[in-house]
Each structure stands twice: as C-alpha cells, then as structure tokens.
C-alpha cells in the first residue's frame, strides 16, 4: 500500500487549464507505475492516463489523448495530470492510483488517493 495525496482540483472554466498533483509523503513514489482515473456521478471509475517509473511510457484514454499529459518527477516524489483545452464532460472526481503496472483497469491498482473534484464551467 502506498499513501498518495492529490491537490490541485478545482474548478475552471471551459478551456482552460489545471494541474493535478500526486504526492506519495511517506513512500517513494519511483517504486509505482502511476495512474489516473476519474468518476463521473453515477458512473464507475474510469481511466484516465498511466505512467511508467521511468517516464518512458504513457498511455491515455482516448476521451483525453491530447489535451491532458501525465507525468512524474520522481525526485519530488510527485505526479502531475497536466489537463488542457477542458471541457464541462471533464467535470468529474479524480484519483490518483499506484501499480505494479502500467494498466487500464482501475481494479489492478493497489493504492488510491483520496479523489479530488475538478470542475470545468461552460
């Protein structure tokens, strides 16, 4: 299990820009592959984007390819969803989450953050 903690949600108007972070305070982050996810109401949680240790690979759903990047610094023990050019339909709940892998499927993550609210106004 490992501690993570996201800030940076809020709220926004259509088309512009957040960052979310991810901080593990208490594990070293650069030992997970890092995802995020999102839950809209009334809907299971989704995938998002997913990181691998290194950085060399990043996947992402189709909903946000282009217009969010997931990355990690790993020395700050920190992960970040940059999310650009935001729509009302990002409007949703996101987390955070911890892997041995670098997957999809939100059910193959063994840690989560806590969720944070990101709403984007039209």
């Known amino acids: 299990q490992v501690q993570l903690v996201e800030s940076g949600g809020g709220l926004v108007q259509a088309g512009g820009s957040l960052t979310l972070s991810c901080v593990a305070p208490?594990?070293?982050?650069?030992?997970?592959?890092i995802g995020w996810f999102r839950q809209f109401p009334g809907k299971e949680r989704e995938f998002v984007a997913t990181?691998?240790?290194?950085?060399?690979?990043?996947k992402y759903a189709d909903s946000v390819k282009d217009r969010f990047t997931i990355s990690r610094n790993n020395a700050k023990n920190t992960a970040f969803l940059q999310m650009n050019s935001l729509l009302p339909e990002d409007t949703a709940v996101y987390y955070c989450a911890a892997s041995n892998y670098a997957l999809s499927n939100p059910a193959r993550y063994h840690s989560w953050g806590q969720g944070i609210q990101v709403t984007v106004s039209s």
């Open positions: 208490e594990s070293n982050i650069s030992a997970s592959v």
């Open positions: 990181i691998s240790r290194n950085s060399a690979f990043t």
